[in-house]
């Protein structure tokens, strides 16, 4: 991908979980979503056969999770849980 990286936002509900994960943990979902805002289609598409389509996206590393929507219009992704 080219251009400048996509920016994140967490939903409420996202955030909250993040304010309680322990440090490595959090530091993992920050590199996974580094990655994800070069190459937002760089991980699974959550639900292929959902009305979303391919801009719902699921990245997983260990016991981690995480969902996030890429907002093309805006160039931004929204963590919408982790888990």
């Known amino acids: 991908m080219t251009g400048q990286p996509y920016s994140v936002r967490f939903s409420a509900s996202a955030a909250k979980v993040l304010d309680t994960l322990p440090e490595h943990v959090e530091d993992t979902v920050w590199d996974v979503l580094d990655a994800a805002a070069g190459d937002p289609w760089g991980f699974g598409q959550w639900n292929a056969d959902g009305i979303e389509g391919e801009d719902v996206r699921y990245?997983?590393?260990?016991?981690?999770?995480?969902?996030?929507?890429?907002?093309?219009?805006?160039?931004?992704?929204?963590?919408?849980?982790?888990?």
């Open 59 to 83: 990245a997983s590393v260990s016991q981690m999770s995480l969902t996030y929507w890429v907002n093309r219009p805006l160039r931004r992704l929204t963590v919408l849980n982790i888990v």
